[in-house]
């Protein structure tokens, strides 16, 4: 079993940053992928960024969010620039056997921490 938990979510005004953490528990987190997905109000939960080996990003957040992970402290993170208001979401931490975009591919979740960009 692998728990998540994530942190740093909040309110940014459009073109700022945030970095969200999702610390693991757990002493095979380095064998995991780890994903980050998110949901907004009314849509389907979507893929943004995953690691494993490399670093994978979807097409809308590619060159603006950087995902990265310290085995050492069982923690993967988002930095995200550039924030547009379309970023707007729930923001899940994943942890699963591969790096891929299917959410439901993926084992374990955490219970998702709000981001919000103003205009």
């Known amino acids: 079993q692998v728990q998540l938990v994530e942190s740093g979510g909040g309110l940014v005004q459009a073109g700022g940053s945030l970095r969200l953490s999702c610390a693991a528990s757990?002493?095979?987190?380095?064998?995991?992928?780890m994903g980050w997905f998110r949901q907004a109000p009314g849509k389907e939960r979507e893929f943004v960024a995953a690691i494993r080996w490399s670093a994978y990003y979807a097409d809308s957040v590619k060159g603006r969010f950087t995902i990265s992970r310290d085995n050492a402290k069982n923690t993967v993170y988002l930095q995200m620039n550039s924030l547009k208001p379309e970023d707007t979401a729930v923001y899940y931490c994943?942890?699963?056997?591969?790096?891929?975009?299917?959410?439901?591919?993926?084992?374990?979740w955490g219970q998702g921490t709000q981001v919000t960009v103003s205009s």
């Open positions: 994943a942890a699963g056997p591969e790096a891929i975009v299917v959410a439901r591919a993926w084992s374990y």
């Open positions: 757990g002493r095979t987190f380095s064998t995991y992928a």
